[in-house]
């Protein structure tokens, strides 16, 4: 298999002295790994942060042995946000959850759209609430959708609400997830919003798929 792309890095590990296994999500070909030779020379090494685009062309001689790619750097996305953990934290999680919850060489051009607008929304306001809406959206384009409404008894909700109980009366949801609105709202509101979506995550995409929770979004709800 050959091809040239671009795509966002997903995902490096260390393989020798010299190279890595990548994984990028790329516009035409999905998510691809393969090496990356002279991984740590200077021409290469400074760009090669998850979350960069870069040029790519892949190289594999067939199924049974790894493929190779040969990277351009296209234009850089997370060494701007170097400096605020909070912010490079979230880009770490949310590059894995595209990584766990995608298959290889499926391509997904509305998810990989959804990187550009991941790093837009880092530099906009309100930015945790907008990443909670944008975190909806890759899992609902992994094909699982869910509309918090429907949890909720209609009759007892009041627009000015913050948190309104599910029907069971086990959890409370923030109302944010439902609510049409550009109303300000408080970190305990934020890190509620993150929780309801967690345990939709877990319970309805990732126990199911034999997926373990990635550590990653817990360490980057922690620094909030």
């Known amino acids: 298999m050959r091809f040239e792309d671009r795509g966002f890095l997903i995902n490096k590990v ?6 890595v ?3 990028f999500f790329t516009e035409n070909n999905g998510k691809v790994s393969g ?8 021409k290469i090494k400074n760009f090669l942060l998850i979350g960069n685009h870069f040029n790519v062309q892949f190289n594999s001689k067939n199924n049974n042995k790894a493929g190779y790619f040969k990277v351009e750097i296209e234009k850089i996305f997370t060494p701007y946000f170097l400096d605020n953990k909070i912010k490079l934290n979230c880009i770490l999680y949310a590059l ?26 880092l530099n906009s306001n309100e930015w945790i609430k907008k990443f909670i809406f944008w975190e909806l ?31 069971d009366g ?17 970190q305990d509101e934020l890190k509620a919003g993150l929780k309801v979506v967690g345990d939709f995550l877990n319970k309805s995409v990732l126990i199911p798929n034999n997926i373990n929770y990635p550590s990653l979004r817990n360490q980057f709800i922690k620094l909030i």
């Open 170 to 186: 086990t959890k409370e949801i923030p109302s944010f997830l439902f609510k049409n609105d550009n109303i300000k709202i408080n």
């Open 21 to 23: 296994v990548a994984e």
């Open 14 to 19: 260390k393989y020798n002295e010299n190279s």
């Open 137 to 167: 959206e890759i899992i609902k384009l992994v094909g699982y959708d869910i509309n918090f409404i429907d949890y909720i008894d209609k009759n007892k909700f009041k627009f000015n609400d913050s948190y309104v109980k599910t029907f």
């Open 35 to 42: 090496l990356i030779f002279g991984a740590t020379s200077t």
């Open 96 to 121: 894995n959850l595209i990584k766990i919850l995608t298959v290889e060489y499926q391509s997904n051009s509305k998810i990989y759209n959804q990187f550009y607008r991941f790093f837009e929304l």
